[in-house]
Nanobody, 128 residues
């Protein structure tokens, strides 16, 4: 049984930083594409960052240069380092993973419908 468990969310002031973690069980994080998505109230879920099996990373335009996706194979954990946070980053953040090598993670952030496994989410709130 695959489980993805996010942690690390919280409340932070504008300009602050957070690091989200996604611990995987029943699944090897380096075998398939994985990504971080977020959803703010009243908005559609959007891709934030992704990482391919080979380590290629992609970022949405709104977070590029501020967020860093990474993984620790030994800990079987995916991370999202978020810097220079602003109120527009406020959302529920989800970790997601593919179960097929056919999911393209080398040229774009995959569509959410392409990803088979999802965590329960962790809330990030940026406000002064």
């Amino acid at each position: 049984q695959v489980q993805l468990v996010e942690s690390g969310g919280g409340s932070v002031q504008p300009g602050g930083s957070l690091r989200l973690s996604c611990a995987a069980s029943g699944y090897f994080i380096s075998n398939y594409c994985m990504g971080w998505f977020r959803q703010a109230p009243g908005k559609e879920r959007e891709g934030v960052a992704s990482i391919s099996t080979g380590g290629t990373t992609f970022y949405s335009g709104s977070v590029k240069g501020r967020f860093i996706i990474s993984r620790d194979k030994g800990k079987n954990t995916l991370y999202l380092r978020m810097n220079s946070l602003n109120p527009e980053d406020t959302a529920m953040y989800y970790c997601a993973a593919a179960n097929s090598t056919y999911v393209d993670c080398t040229s774009r952030i995959p569509d959410p419908t392409d990803l088979a496994y999802w965590g329960q989410g962790t809330q990030v709130t940026v406000s002064s």
